[in-house]
Nanobody
Framework: QVQLVESGGGLVQAGGSLRLSCAAS????????MGWFRQAPGKERVFVGV?????????YYADSVKGRFTISRDNAKNTVYLQMNSLKPEDTAVYYC???????????????WGQGTQVTVSS
């Protein structure tokens, strides 16, 4: 079992930056592909980006965030990060950390989810 806890959300002005963190429990962190999804009010949860398990160096992002958002991971801290730059009001959403044991790339199934953290971008 893996538990994921997000932090770092908040209110930021358009054009600003924010870094989200996701701390994972368990001993299998390095075996997990780690990703982020987001859900805006009244909309479905959508994919943001994912980083492959340790040993790989692949990243995959939604077109809407490509070039602005970057995922990184610190295996020593069992933590994955989402660096968000050049934020726009349309980035406002609850952001969810997720983990996958899927051997496919990019993953087609996510096995664990965090509770989410709110990001609000003001215009």
């Amino acid at each position: 079992q893996v538990q994921l806890v997000e932090s770092g959300g908040g209110l930021v002005q358009a054009g600003g930056s924010l870094r989200l963190s996701c701390a994972a429990s368990g001993r299998t962190f390095s075996s997990l592909a780690m990703g982020w999804f987001r859900q805006a009010p009244g909309k479905e949860r959508v994919f943001v980006g994912v980083m492959s398990r340790s040993g790989g160096s692949s990243e995959y992002y939604a077109d809407s965030v490509k070039g602005r958002f970057t995922i990184s991971r610190d295996n020593a801290k069992n933590t994955v990060y989402l660096q968000m730059n050049s934020l726009k009001p349309e980035d406002t959403a609850v952001y969810y950390c997720t983990a996958s044991y899927s051997s496919r790339w990019p993953p087609v199934r996510y096995d664990y989810w965090g509770q989410g953290t709110q990001v609000t971008v003001s215009s």
